[in-house]
Nanobody
Framework: VQLQASGGGLVQPGGSLRLSCAASGSILSINTMGWYRQAPGKQREAVASISSGGSTNYAASVKGRFTISRDNAKNTVALQMNSLKPEDTAVYYC????????WGQGTLVTVSS
């Protein structure tokens, strides 16, 4: 299983970015996809996840600002990030989880003026 993430970049505080991730390979139809992030000097933390049935979970720090969505037919997941804050600066990693967890390569999001 391989995951390819895209969409990171530099954005000003209050701005928006959309991350995308596509999974390929032998993937079970029942799975969970989502995003973690790791800021400099900090541990990796869960950001948001979505099951193949559409159930979502968000970290408290992003709830109301980020929206996760997926396309089951294409095995893709997206993270719409609005009202970005400097503390959202991190490398964002997408994942897909069924028998085990598979990770993408990470995409850097920098929120700075």
């Amino acid at each position: 299983v391989q995951l390819q993430a895209s969409g990171g970049g530099l954005v000003q505080p209050g701005g928006s970015l959309r991350l995308s991730c596509a999974a390929s390979g032998s993937i079970l139809s029942i799975n969970t996809m989502g995003w973690y992030r790791q800021a400099p000097g900090k541990q990796r933390e869960a950001v948001a996840s979505i099951s193949s049935g559409g159930s979502t979970n968000y970290a408290a720090s992003v709830k109301g600002r980020f929206t996760i969505s997926r396309d089951n037919a294409k095995n893709t997941v997206a993270l719409q990030m609005n009202s970005l804050k400097p503390e959202d600066t991190a490398v964002y990693y997408c994942f897909i989880r069924f028998i085990e967890t598979f990770w993408g390569q990470g995409t850097l999001v920098t929120v700075s003026s």
